[in-house]
T-cell receptor
Framework: GQNIDQPTEMTATEGAIVQINCTYQTSGFNGLFWYQQHAGEAPTFLSYNVLDGLEEKGRFSSFLSRSKGYSYLLLKELQMKDSASYLCAVRDRYRGSTLGRLYFGRGTQLTVWP | SQTIHQWPATLVQPVGSPLSLECTVEGTSNPNLYWYRQAAGRGLQLLFYSVGIGQISSEVPQNLSASRPQDRQFILSSKKLLLSDSGFYLC?????????????FGDGTRLSIL
């Protein structure tokens, strides 16, 4: 099974930088995803890491350390529209097939204040 | 480009009634398909996944079932709904060889059981 842990809530001000941490325990790690979910909407894909290191995508970056079972999502130059839940999801290896099941954390609710 | 359609957007059903939620994907062939449920204050829970027509795997025991009658159609059903079936149901697809490809979610169905 999978055990994924992330903070429940975080707050920050517009223009600031925020880091959302995620720790996981998994058998057969095959990638880590971050999704953004606004209230009442479906999750949308933000980033993917499978190797150690930092992946940068505009204002968003994601970091992975497989040996530590740790990832973070870094959001820079925060905007009001970044207020949302951020979901960490770990993919496993399923019987050597191409399918990988995603296991989600409960999400971190980020509130950005003006 | 690929799109995923899910309907209805909201549904209110009495306890004991049947359920049928439909999901279709366009613009891709042989996708992996998934059904998730998100209960209030909880993470996304994988319910079913499918790698091909007629191939369904269940993640958790429950009174729900899934079917894949066509390559790009995924249906979630129940013969008799329980109060505990309330939640936000999300269908997702991913490329059959997932690699670094994420799962993409439909807009979801908000199901309330009375």
């Amino acid at each position: 099974g999978q055990n994924i842990d992330q903070p429940t809530e975080m707050t920050a001000t517009e223009g600031a930088i925020v880091q959302i941490n995620c720790t996981y325990q998994t058998s057969g790690f095959n990638g880590l995803f971050w999704y953004q979910q606004h209230a009442g909407e479906a999750p949308t894909f933000l980033s993917y890491n499978v190797l150690d290191g930092l992946e940068e995508k505009g204002r968003f970056s994601s970091f992975l350390s497989r040996s530590k079972g740790y990832s973070y999502l870094l959001l820079k130059e925060l905007q009001m529209k970044d207020s949302a839940s951020y979901l960490c999801a770990v993919r496993d290896r399923y019987r050597g097939s191409t399918l990988g099941r995603l296991y989600f954390g409960r999400g971190t609710q980020l509130t950005v204040w003006p | 480009s690929q799109t995923i359609h899910q309907w209805p957007a909201t549904l209110v059903q009495p306890v004991g009634s049947p359920l049928s939620l439909e999901c279709t994907v366009e613009g891709t062939s042989n996708p992996n398909l998934y059904w998730y449920r998100q209960a209030a204050g909880r993470g996304l829970q994988l319910l079913f996944y499918s790698v091909g027509i007629g191939q369904i795997s269940s993640e958790v025991p429950q009174n729900l079932s899934a079917s894949r009658p066509q390559d790009r159609q995924f249906i979630l059903s129940s013969k008799k709904l329980l109060l505990s079936d309330s939640g936000f149901y999300l269908c997702a697809w991913a490329a059959s060889f997932e690699g670094n490809q994420p799962q993409h979610f439909g807009d979801g169905t908000r199901l309330s059981i009375l």
